[in-house]
């Protein structure tokens, strides 16, 4: 029987108990080396931005290749807040010690890529905190 797992739409703070199949969308490294940054989607589309703090980098950047689908158990999440965020998701998601990642069998070969109206950036429609891509 197949383990069941949460859709990102549907993660809260309250526990951290959660399971999510996600895409690798982007991965960064912070310019000061502090962390490894993260874009996952799951397959209906919806992205988080996840944080793997420095102590953690080794353990978890070897297991998150840009474009593969993996199973995320057991991590917290916080309000995403501040400039230049890379999603629109209320909550960051924050790998733990006891965070495990999973391969899983791709689901999608979407790239899900999503793009702001420029004429929303142009008119300040658009959240400036929010990083977009253009389309005109």
């Not at 996952?40 to 102590?55: M, N, P, Q, T, Y």
């Not at 158990?73 to 924050?94: C, D, I, N, V």
């Amino acid at each position: 029987m197949a383990a069941t797992f949460a859709f990102l739409k549907d993660v809260r703070p309250y526990k951290t108990a959660w399971r999510v199949q996600v895409k690798v969308l982007h991965a960064w490294c912070q310019s000061t080396g502090e962390s490894l940054e993260l874009v996952v989607s799951d397959s209906l589309g919806k992205k988080i931005h996840a944080s793997v703090k420095k102590e953690l980098v080794t353990k978890y950047a070897n297991r998150l290749p840009v474009g593969n689908w993996v199973f995320i158990e057991t991590f917290g999440l916080s309000y995403a807040t501040g400039q230049f965020r890379p999603t629109t998701h209320l909550y960051k998601m924050a790998f733990i010690t006891g965070t495990l990642v999973l391969q899983s069998d791709p689901v999608s070969d979407s790239t899900f890529l999503s793009l702001t109206k420029f004429r929303k950036i142009q008119s300040g429609e658009a959240n400036p905190n929010i990083l977009v891509g253009k389309y005109i």
